[in-house]
């Protein structure tokens, strides 16, 4: 979790240069072979904005299993010093937080210019259909309701990353 924002353009760039050259040599790399090698030395990062420690660590194992990098927040506080360490590629948000409510915070992220097209996914036991609409009028990518099944939480993820 200490790891911070590492630039590996520089690599990728080496490492399809090589490839590029090799395939007049020899076998080809598969494609999902080369994203597979990619995704394990520049893992999308996910960053989960919820201030139940038993919710955070239950989404955090849910999706560092699956080779994401999964950064955590409790509140608006701490979001700032993520922000300071990652741009995150995704966002996992609560409603119900501390000091700024989720609403309020997905407000702020989509009205800034660097960070407005990072797809937000709120994940809430808050799941009246007047938040849920107010969500969306935000810009929210998607809305799960606490409970949630961790296929559905998973499937969610991958589409908004892959968009």
Do not use: C
């Not at 979790?1 to 490839?19: C, P, R, S, T, W």
């Not at 699956?66 to 741009?87: I, N, P, Y």
């Not at 937080?97 to 036991?125: C, D």
Request: aromatic share 6%.
């Amino acid at each position: 979790m200490g790891k911070k924002k590492v630039n590996a353009i520089e690599l990728i760039q080496k490492i399809e240069k090589l490839a590029r050259q090799r395939v007049t040599e020899g076998p080809v790399v598969e494609l999902n072979d080369f994203r597979q090698v990619k995704q394990k030395l520049n893992p999308p990062v996910i960053l989960v904005i919820e201030d139940d420690e038993t919710m955070q660590s239950a989404i955090s194992r849910i999706f560092t299993a699956e080779g994401f990098e999964v950064r955590m927040a409790s509140d608006g506080t701490q979001l700032t010093g993520v922000l300071e360490e990652v741009t995150p590629d995704l966002i996992l948000m609560d409603i119900g937080l501390p000091w700024i409510n989720g609403f309020e915070l997905a407000e702020m992220i989509k009205s800034h210019r660097e960070m407005k097209k990072i797809p937000i996914i709120f994940v809430s036991g808050q799941a009246s259909e007047a938040d849920v609409t107010r969500a969306y009028q935000i810009g929210a990518d998607d809305f799960i309701k606490k409970p949630f099944e961790i296929d559905q939480i998973k499937e969610s993820v991958l589409k908004h990353l892959k968009k």
